[in-house]
């Protein structure tokens, strides 16, 4: 199933891949709910409250897309 074929009230920005990391990472280590991450967004990457709730309403939106593009179930295999 390709990206280009999932509709989203908000447009994925390759400009904001950075965040979208920082947010799945956040999201793994379990320390919010990520209803309340935008704080993290704007201490992290000194953003607005406005930009950082943007970011992160986009990343809410368009999780499942973005989890398949960046492959964050698939992590690499680790080769010895």
Same mark, same amino acid.
Request: aromatic letters at 14%.
């Given at each position: 199933?390709?990206?280009?074929?999932?509709?989203?009230?908000?447009?994925?920005?390759?400009?904001?891949?950075?965040?979208?990391?920082?947010? &799945?990472?956040?999201? *793994?280590?379990?320390? +919010? $709910?990520?209803?309340?991450?935008?704080?993290? %967004?704007? @201490?992290?990457?000194?953003?607005? &409250?406005?930009?950082? *709730?943007?970011?992160? +309403? $986009?990343?809410?939106?368009?999780?499942?897309? %973005?989890? @398949?593009?960046?492959?964050?179930?698939?992590?690499?295999?680790?080769?010895?």
């Amino acid at each position: 199933m390709s990206n280009e074929n999932k509709e989203t009230k908000r447009p994925i920005k390759e400009e904001w891949t950075h965040y979208y990391n920082f947010l &799945e990472a956040l999201r *793994r280590t379990g320390v +919010c $709910n990520m209803w309340g991450a935008s704080v993290y %967004l704007e @201490e992290a990457f000194k953003l607005s &409250e406005k930009e950082a *709730r943007e970011i992160l +309403c $986009n990343w809410i939106e368009n999780y499942s897309a %973005l989890n @398949e593009k960046y492959e964050w179930d698939n992590p690499p295999i680790k080769k010895d």
